[in-house]
Nanobody, 118 residues
């Protein structure tokens, strides 16, 4: 089982920035997909961004051009840089990794709250 520890959430005004971090308990070179999801009150959890082992990144349309996902293999950490934040970005953000053959291994972080005030 892979353990994930998130940090970096908080309260920020609209237009501001935050950087979320997700520390992974094993070498991320063995991780197939690393991603960030979010869940707002009363809504389903949705994919925000992910990065595939080869380096390909994917973003939800709502965050393209504002958010950026990156990984640091030396620190076994994945980041989500969030710029130009909007009130609708308010949610609990979760780190997720998929690993193993067929990416059947699946681990979630505990979640970190991001609140954007208008």
């Amino acid at each position: 089982q892979v353990q994930l520890v998130e940090s970096g959430g908080g309260l920020v005004q609209a237009g501001g920035s935050l950087r979320l971090s997700c520390a992974v308990s094993r070498s991320i070179s063995s991780i197939n997909i690393m991603g960030w999801y979010r869940q707002a009150p009363g809504k389903q959890r949705e994919l925000v961004a992910n990065i595939i082992s080869g380096g390909t990144t994917n973003y939800a349309d709502s965050v393209k051009g504002r958010f950026s996902i990156a990984r640091d293999s030396a620190k076994n950490t994945v980041y989500l840089q969030m710029n130009s934040l909007k009130p609708e970005d308010t949610a609990v953000y979760y780190c997720n990794v998929r690993y193993g053959v067929g990416s059947f291994g699946n681990s979630w972080g505990q979640g970190t709250q991001v609140t954007v005030s208008s």
